[in-house]
T-cell receptor, first 116, second 114 residues
Framework: AQKITQTQPGMFVQEKEAVTLDCTYD???????LFWYKQPSSGEMIFLIY??????QNATEGRYSLNFQKARKSANLVISASQLGDSAMYFC?????????????FGGGTRVLVKP | DVKVTQSSRYLVKRTGEKVFLECVQD?????MFWYRQDPGLGLRLIYF???????EKGDIPEGYSVSREKKERFSLILESASTNQTSMYLC?????????????FGSGTQLSVL
């Protein structure tokens, strides 16, 4: 079974509008971390935001916020006030505690294109 | 800031060749990883290492091997390259294996096997 699912392969968003990227995950480990990375066309992976399984509040980093719904196992990324530079691939990823604690498992990604 | 350097940005090889992809990190990280990225499949883990000379298989290790002789360097080896190994390869590192630690990535190597 997929551990990380991103159901939106691609989406358009108007400049200055907000966009929500969906991510659901599957784990039975009580300790885990959820990450979002951005990959522009240049190829580098840029870390955006982190949410821990024990965190009581949703994470925020500037224009990025994470809508963490633990019971539903979802960790959606919200980008507010989209800019042209936000056009990129976005990946949701999870790192589990316990024996599997080393690896980061990724979803298939969502390509975002911001229109002027 | 942590720097993860991959030796080549683009590489073209022939089927059957032995291919080495090199990765170096400059922050004394314990953990290093090799992923491959294919459209629609996201990043998939090939191998990782949590210490010098230690390695563990990831989700898709077939056709690959790795070497970690020094802490800062992690090499991915394609013993006999095949066309289905044409892909983007990304190296990453993290200080430890804790679940709350992010990975730092290199810029990637786009490998084409002809």
């Amino acid at each position: 079974a997929q551990k990380i699912t991103q159901t939106q392969p691609g989406m358009f968003v108007q400049e200055k509008e907000a966009v929500t990227l969906d991510c659901t995950y599957d784990t039975s480990d009580p300790s885990y971390g959820l990450f979002w990375y951005k990959q522009p066309s240049s190829g580098e992976m840029i870390f955006l935001i982190y949410q821990g399984s024990y965190d009581q509040q949703n994470a925020t980093e500037g224009r990025y916020s994470l809508n963490f719904q633990k019971a539903r196992k979802s960790a959606n990324l919200v980008i507010s006030a989209s800019q042209l530079g936000d056009s990129a691939m976005y990946f949701c990823a999870m790192r589990e505690g316990g024996a599997a604690g080393n690896k980061l498992t990724f979803g298939g990604g969502t390509r975002v294109l911001v229109k002027p | 800031d942590v720097k993860v350097t991959q030796s080549s940005r683009y590489l073209v090889k022939r089927t059957g060749e032995k291919v080495f992809l090199e990765c170096v990190q400059d922050m004394d990280h314990e953990n290093m990883f090799w992923y491959r990225q294919d459209p629609g499949l996201g990043l998939r883990l090939i191998y990782f290492s949590y210490d010098v000379k230690m390695k563990e298989k990831g989700d898709i290790p077939e056709g690959y091997s790795v070497s970690r002789e020094k802490k800062e360097r992690f090499s991915l080896i394609l013993e006999s390259a095949s066309t289905n190994q044409t892909s983007m390869y990304l190296c990453a590192s993290s200080l430890t294996g804790r679940f709350d630690e992010k990975l730092f990535f290199g810029s990637g190597t786009q490998l084409s096997v002809l």
